[in-house]
């Protein structure tokens, strides 16, 4: 087996509706946007779950047990390039609208979906857009905090 370079092979969608977040049909897949062509280079963030301990350690153990407890998403956003004219994402996400986010990975993003192919399914929330810091020789950006609606799909499959 050979290691998957991952340069050019993230692919980020906004679908606005997703009916089964195990299962994305490609008519639903297709409604959505492309975001990632907009994205930064670090403009993925966050979307790494963490999983709280549950300590089972008792009061004659020397040792420290845990097992797993509840699991969630910190500082989940997407971080874009402002465009000049239509700016889509700047205009599609906005604070309250909600979606899903449709992570596909290891295949070139421009590809089209096709049914079997893995996916990461996160249904979300858009938080108020924040604008970074400017510095020299950078573009414009801004990014869009996402809060989770529900528990996301990991390990979702293209239908």
Known sequence: MADIPGDGKTRADWVPA???KNAPTLTELNA???VSQWATGDGLVGFRPDTAD???TGLEDTFDTNTNGRRSFSGTMIRFKKQTGSDVVYTT???DAEG??????SLPAATAYASGQPVQVYPVICGETAW???????VERFEVPLKMREQPS???AVA
């Open 100 to 105: 899903f986010i449709v992570i596909r990975k």
């Open 18 to 20: 997703i009916a089964n």
């Open 32 to 34: 959505g946007i492309r």
């Open 93 to 95: 996400m906005v604070p």
């Open 154 to 156: 990991l390990r979702a």
């Open 54 to 56: 549950v300590p089972t």
């Open 132 to 138: 970074m810091d400017s510095e020299p020789n950078t």
